[in-house]
């Protein structure tokens, strides 16, 4: 297999510290050693969680990542109320999640922005997991394909092939997240090839063969397998099922 599957869960504004500190303890204590050798898996808390999580995380030598939700691309300054990849890089943040739809659709995020995130968090040796994914009113006018590449080359505008190594896009229909509404496996298989061929475009064929792609939108156990199943499904950015260890993991168990 060319690409190692990627299990991220997204807590979103869930769990206080100590919360955290349960949940995180949680998923270490069910995580097999073993694991890490097939799946690279990855929990993105918010802010405040990071180091608590990272904490638990090192203590127990659980391969397990920890991302963020969230960056600015300045490295420093008079940015109240914002966090730098220095910041998230020193915690050891290893991937950081950026242009989720809630970001974009409710805190105002456009693509310059987060196409400005990506190329700060490359810079600072962290992933990106690059949001993408299309409205109903965008899907029900038969143009969900056109307008999802157009936001990966927006984001990913001014990056080369050398830096893009790294790169995880993860496409998640606006439609299907927390609504129990999945794309079908044909429809998110639809979407993420041709987000792969965007990224042949831009980077070589070669590379983009490398590159993760996740799906995103109401996954749990039940529907998981299908998505999986699917040639350019490389995981998942999880939501809802990420909050409980036990769904978590039959999540991560889904890519063994
Ligand atoms: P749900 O899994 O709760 O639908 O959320 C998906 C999501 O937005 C992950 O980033």
């Not at 300054?77 to 950026?98: D, N, Q």
């Not at 105002?108 to 810079?123: D, M, P, S």
């Not at 980077?203 to 529907?223: C, K, P, Q, W």
Request: charged share 20%; with cysteine; glycine share 10%.
């Amino acid at each position: 297999m060319l690409r190692k599957p990627l299990m991220a869960g997204n807590w979103k504004m869930n769990n206080t510290v100590g919360e955290a500190v349960v949940l995180t303890q949680e998923i270490s204590n069910n995580f097999e050693r073993d694991w890490p050798d097939h799946v690279d898996v990855v929990v993105c808390p918010p802010f405040v969680d990071l180091k608590p999580a990272k904490t638990v995380l090192e203590f127990d030598r659980t391969k397990v990542a920890v991302g963020a939700q969230n960056v600015h691309w300045e490295p420093a300054g008079a940015y109240t109320g914002e966090i730098s990849v220095a910041m998230l890089k020193e915690i050891g943040c290893e991937y950081c999640i950026v242009g989720h739809s809630e970001r974009r659709t409710m805190f105002g995020e456009t693509n310059e922005h987060v196409n400005r995130k990506v190329h700060a968090l490359i810079e600072g040796g962290i992933a990106p997991i690059v949001c993408v994914g299309e409205s109903l009113a965008v899907r029900d006018d038969g143009t969900a394909e056109e307008f999802v590449c157009a936001q990966v080359r927006a984001a990913l505008a001014g990056i080369d092939a050398g830096a893009a190594k790294d790169v995880v896009v993860a496409y998640e229909p606006i439609w299907a997240i927390g609504t129990g509404r999945t794309a079908t496996p044909e429809q998110a298989q639809a979407v993420c090839a041709a987000i792969r061929a965007t990224l042949a475009e831009l980077f070589g064929a070669e590379l983009a063969d490398t590159l993760r792609i996740l799906y995103g939108g109401s996954m749990n156990v039940g529907n998981v397998d299908s998505l999986l199943a699917q040639p350019d499904i490389d995981g998942g950015l999880v939501g809802g099922a990420s909050l409980k260890a036990s769904s978590f993991i039959d999540l991560v168990k889904a890519c063994l």
